[in-house]
């Protein structure tokens, strides 16, 4: 029987009853239990049939998806032998991102039938059942190597009203997107939204970063540049551990020399970013490292017009004696030149607070004593 004949019977039988020309109860009770059992079929058959759209072999149009939920909503909370509903299912290590661009619909209807819980925004929190701790979104993040169509959903969600700002950082969807492939644009949407998730990437996440093959380091370096210039980027970044962000990249997979290079690719066809003034104050310990590889930075001005050694002396005692080296090679102009901030000469910079070496000031007075007779002008 094709679905035609079906209806016309059905009909038939509506307008039987309706015109009480065939008026016994238990036939008309045996009637709705046999639809009742039909129509939980007919979501069953939908449901199946919506978990397979992540085969990518049957490709209905969005608005076929979207009618057939609005009519049949319970298909969208149908559930396959392993609790995946089909946005879970869909998005669950789809590396080919088949059915990608039915998430949207699938969460949009799936509100409205509290689909994956009252605060479970259609599916969209719906826990990995085999006991991963990652949801649907995350999912959308991490595994498809389709960027355009990962890049896709999100911006549909996002015009729904199903993807918020704060989603970036309450589930670490940076994290998600630097660990797999192909997810440059990905990336820079999500940090051009909230560059302050780039910030606040849990630091375990740091760490993996690097551990990871598929984690371009380059490009979690130049959005850190781009947002965050005035602090070194995301580099000096540190963990509760004090461990930095660049002492974790040195430590991962890439190495000193990986992330050097990294950094060089970065920074060095502009040659105008004062990357040594961040590793003097904020890693001293690698200085040597990044001075024979940046050497052109040693006479740049910082965002606040100061040069190296006004910033070193501007960080205070302990940095000063991390790099003492520095005010051996100052010149007499150097020494002469106030700080644009501060307007203290070097040898007053230098006196400044508990810690401050007073043989070292009187070292600086005594190359250029007429500095004091300066003060006052």
Excluded at 109 to 115: I, L
Excluded at 158 to 185: T, V
Excluded at 243 to 249: E, Q, R
Excluded at 296 to 317: E, I, M, N
Aim: aromatic share 12%.
């Amino acid at each position: 029987m094709n679905i035609a004949t079906f209806q016309s019977k059905l009909d038939f039988i509506k307008d039987l009853y309706s015109n009480e020309e065939w008026t016994e109860r238990e036939c008309r009770d045996d009637i709705l239990a046999i639809l009742e059992e039909a129509h939980t079929k007919i979501v069953n058959a939908f449901g199946e049939s919506l978990l397979r759209l992540r085969d990518g072999k049957h490709k209905p149009s969005i608005e076929a998806v979207e009618k057939v939920v609005k009519k049949f909503p319970a298909a969208l909370s149908y559930e396959d032998e392993h609790g995946y509903i089909p946005i879970s299912l869909i998005s669950e290590e789809n590396e080919d991102a088949y059915g990608y661009e039915y998430i949207p619909i699938l969460a949009k209807e799936g509100v409205k039938h509290n689909v994956g819980g009252e605060h479970g925004r259609g599916g969209l929190f719906h826990s990995d059942p085999d006991g991963f701790v990652i949801n649907t979104l995350q999912c959308v993040c991490l595994f498809s190597e389709n960027e355009a169509a990962n890049l896709n959903a999100l911006k549909e969600l996002r015009k729904l009203g199903l993807f918020f700002k704060s989603d970036i950082q309450e589930y670490n969807l940076l994290f998600y997107s630097i660990r797999s492939k192909n997810r440059k644009e990905q990336f820079e949407y999500l940090v051009d939204w909230d560059p302050n998730a780039l910030l606040n990437i849990h630091i375990d996440a740091i760490a993996n970063v690097y551990e990871s093959r598929y984690s371009d380091l380059e490009i979690l370096f130049r959005a850190g540049f781009k947002h965050f210039p005035n602090i070194g980027g995301i580099l000096f970044i540190e963990d509760t551990d004090g461990y930095t962000v660049l002492d974790l990249a040195f430590r991962g997979d890439y190495g000193v020399q990986g992330t050097i290079s990294a950094l060089h690719k970065i920074l060095a066809p502009r040659s105008d970013y004062p990357i040594l003034h961040h590793v003097y104050i904020k890693a001293p310990q690698h200085v040597n490292l990044f001075a024979k590889k940046f050497w052109w930075a040693y006479h740049l001005k910082d965002h606040r017009d100061r040069t190296l050694h006004q910033a070193v002396l501007a960080a205070g005692p302990d940095v000063m004696n991390a790099n003492s080296q520095l005010f051996a090679s100052l010149t007499d102009d150097q020494l002469q030149t106030k700080d644009p901030i501060t307007t203290l000469y070097p040898f007053a910079a230098m006196a400044v607070g508990q810690k401050a070496e007073l043989e070292d000031v009187f070292g600086l007075l005594r190359r250029q004593p007429s500095v004091l007779e300066r003060l006052d002008g």
